[in-house]
């Protein structure tokens, strides 16, 4: 009895504590290799750069000589800068290339200009070293400039440092002129005077100032006025001249009116009377500083009585306009 009674008794089962999310009865599920997953580790953020590079990347230290300035004082935004303007000309470029090149730089308003109006305007220039300029801007401006010295009448050198070449170009290139100033600042020779002397003005000039051209002698002197035959008023005065030049004047210019000999300490009393001579229209003559004696000032009254004789140095074309 005491034995089936302990065989019919219930057992009592202790239930262990489940995991939480799983129940021991449930059976593991079969892994098959069609739905095998494999989980990827989390995508690793790059580490920043550092501002150092490293030694690997570090540039040679001739690359570095070649690559940047000598200067350390660069701005900031100077790269920036030529990045922008190396993106404009790229755009610009890319932009002929699609026009045909319509969008070329747009000519002057000045450049437009007739040649006839354009010379006309550089006639307008009050002094040498404006029209002198002018000439250098281009080939266009130098014909300009040749039209509108071909219109002048006037030309004066007074105060400029211009040559023996250039001022005979000019010269050359005024063959309306009528009164021509080579005064003190200028540095004409003998040469000079004879490139202006195979100019086709000089035929029919009228005024000629060589006031105070240390560098000229009887020999630039006479192959110009030789050529002079319409010379009226004339200013050698403070040259080195001697009465060569005056016999030269006196064959050849025949109209003459008025002449300046202001120190002329070489030109001799044979030298005035034989002017006086043979230009019977002169009318004034300048013998201020001059080694003369006034008996033979006196002798040159007796020639011509209208002479007015001035000892005082009295200076034509001696102002620096050209007009």
Known sequence: MGRAAARRRPVRTIQRPQPCGRNIDQKPRPRFASIRTSRRPPARRPAPPSRE????????????????????????????RELEKQARAQEMAGDDALTGGATAEEEPHVERLPADILA???????????LSMA???SR??????????????RLSFAGQRTGDESTARLVRAAVNLRDLDICWGCQ?????????STAACVGNLTSVSLWGLAGITDKGVVHLVSRAHSLQHLNIGGTFITD?????VADSCSNLKSIILWSCRHVTEAGLVALVHK?????????????VSPESFAGLKSISPA????SIPQILNADVQVA
């Not at 990347?57 to 001739?62: D, E, K, T, V």
């Not at 002479?307 to 001035?310: F, S, V």
Request: glycine fraction near 8%; charged fraction near 25%; aromatic fraction near 4%.
């Open 244 to 248: 060569e030049s005056l016999y030269a």
């Open 307 to 310: 002479l007015r004789i001035r």
């Open 135 to 137: 000439g250098g801007v």
């Open 140 to 153: 266009r401006w130098r014909r300009a400039v040749g039209r509108s010295l071909a219109t002048r009448r």
């Open 53 to 80: 590079p490293s030694r690997r990347c570090r540039p040679a230290a001739s690359s570095i000589v070649l690559s940047c300035p000598l200067s350390s004082s660069r701005p900031a935004g100077e790269p920036e």
């Open 188 to 196: 004409i020779t003998d040469q000079g005077l004879l490139d202006i």
């Open 279 to 291: 230009c019977p229209e002169l009318e004034c003559i300048n013998v201020g500083g001059m080694r």
């Open 120 to 130: 006309q305007v550089l006639s307008l220039l009050p002094s040498f070293h404006d």
